[in-house]
């Protein structure tokens, strides 16, 4: 099953990640997704394709990563999460819904004619 699209929402800017390649989230000039919040680390997290859907992980930030309240160092992405990344600091992970896949149908024969 491919893995569904991904967009993560800074504010009301969205970024498309790229579902080949693991991607880097924080206030570095080289994030793919960047945050400018004194309160987001430089390189704060990685958004990684796994054939279970999108990995979330905390790189080290002083600040880490919090969902619904709880801190996590790691956490699927499976449908659309709110991360904190500070107190104040959010992202919305927006996962697309899959389409579904085309099924092929065999078309009913005609009757044939008699000759």
């Known amino acids: 099953m ?52 999108w990995l979330l992980e905390d790189l080290g930030s002083a ?9 996590v160092t790691q956490i699927l992405i499976a449908n659309t999460t709110t991360v904190m990344l500070a107190e104040n600091v959010g992202i919305i992970c927006a996962v697309a819904p899959q389409a579904a896949t085309p099924q092929a149908v065999q078309a009913a024969q005609a009757p044939q004619t008699p000759a």
């Open 2 to 53: 491919p893995l569904p699209s991904l967009t993560v929402y800074v504010g009301s800017v969205g970024h498309a990640i790229n579902p080949t390649r693991a991607s880097v989230i924080g206030r570095a000039a080289d994030c793919d997704v960047i945050v400018g919040d004194p309160h987001v680390s430089h390189h704060h997290a990685r958004l990684t394709p796994t054939a279970d859907g």
């Open 63 to 71: 600040n880490g990563l919090s969902v619904n309240g709880v801190r």
